[in-house]
């Protein structure tokens, strides 16, 4: 947006440090849990809870670690031309359709999280980074679309992110 013919300066997200270190350490107590599932032997459900929590709790170790190792670059950039996320990429205003704060239970925890409503889902995921486009069809049967920004990352909660979004790009459509 252009405001007295100056676009806006970029609204700059860093990494929420704090929770992405908080983030690596639930995950290596639950690498040492399952090796003591493992070494403990006791039941057949302690083994087989060991042998799922060390390799997917070790995943999630190190890709939250190189997370923090290259943490340099900002979590989340909004500017006049559109979005950049670290993982997602970038998005011109003119490929989101809307934007929209979604949660996802699991038992007694959630997670929110905001999806970009893209007008050409298949053209982002042609683009797409692997991962993305690894997890876009397990998406896809939840109901969600393949450009969803976990929160627990950003400095500040989603609505404020929103408000950012609509300051950038005041056509901007909110579905709630």
């Known amino acids: ?22 983030m690596l350490a639930g995950s290596l107590v639950f690498v040492a849990l399952g090796i003591a599932f ?13 042998v ?6 070790g995943l999630c170790a190190v890709l939250i670690g ?3 190792l290259h943490g340099g670059r900002p979590e989340l950039v909004l500017d006049d031309a559109g979005v950049d996320h670290v993982r997602l990429g970038r998005f011109g205003w003119d490929e989101i359709a809307a934007v929209r704060i979604r949660e996802q239970r699991v038992r007694n ?5 905001i999806e970009l409503v893209l007008r050409d889902p298949d053209a982002y995921l042609a683009r797409a980074p692997r991962l993305v486009r690894s997890t876009a069809s397990m998406n896809a049967r939840l109901g969600f679309g393949p450009a969803n920004m976990a929160t627990n990352t950003l400095p500040v ?20």
């Open 1 to 22: 947006m252009i405001r007295n013919g100056v676009p806006l300066p970029p609204t700059v997200y860093p990494l929420a440090k704090g929770r992405v270190w908080a």
């Open 38 to 50: 493992l070494a403990a032997h006791s039941t057949v459900k302690m083994t087989l809870a060991g």
């Open 52 to 57: 799922l929590a060390v390799p997917f709790f």
């Open 66 to 68: 190189r997370r923090l």
């Open 109 to 113: 925890t959630s997670q929110r999280f």
């Open 157 to 176: 909660p989603p609505e404020a992110i929103l408000d950012a979004m609509r300051h950038h790009y005041p056509e901007l459509a909110i579905h709630h």
